[in-house]
């Protein structure tokens, strides 16, 4: 599991329980990859720390005072809504019906007490993995719908090499962009290892595919798209300078 305390990002905890021997306070008081915003049994406090606090993670017992712990979660999900931290429920009850609760509301795990503090840990990294997973993914899928309709308005169509190995081009160069520099050292072999082919034939299939595009006559929605007259009908841009455009393009746009 990755050691997130090496990204210098220590993880930012809520603990809405009792102290009375609760090790759990301690041991993440004590964590130095962790901390520990504070903590609290009554459910009233608790939704006003985290609304002010905004922790990564709340870890809460069902059973508070003042308001339980579903409560809690459903009062702050309407107020923190894309702010609300990942919640891990924590409970002495093991009843079916408060675990399918949890997960119905929203909670990422439902822990059985009594709990080592070392299981707790594990499950917050695995809770904040998949949230960082989930985000990436997100993101990846945008970014390869906002290429794809460029090229579908520049004339490049989908079902030939050349798309996958441009669209797989200006994803490499937004992730890093000094690539560019490097198209023929390493552009195209990392692409032709992706495509298990040749870089002389990734070279080929992009070049085909611009030509396409151009005989196809869209030079204008190129031009539009970049908001400059930068080609006509007798100027077609390199393999590289189309792939840097893009991708320039992208992270302009974030």
Known sequence: MENLNETNERIKIYIADSEEDNNLIDYF???VDFELLGNSFEGEKVID????????VLVMEVMLSSFDGFVVLEKLKETMKDKLPKIIFVSNFSHSGFVTK????????FMVKPIS????EERIREVLSEQKESLENKNSKLLDEKISNIFISIGIPAHIKGYQFLREAVKLAVEEPEIIGSITKKLYPTIAERFDTSSSKVERGM?????VAWNRGKIENINSIFGLKIYNSNEKPTNGELIALIADKMLMEG
């Open 102 to 109: 949890a997960v119905k509301e929203g909670a990422s795990y």
């Open 207 to 211: 070049r085909h595919a611009i030509e």
């Open 49 to 56: 720390d985290v609304e002010k606090l905004c922790p990564d």
């Open 117 to 120: 503090p070392e299981n707790l």
């Open 29 to 31: 008081k004590n964590n």
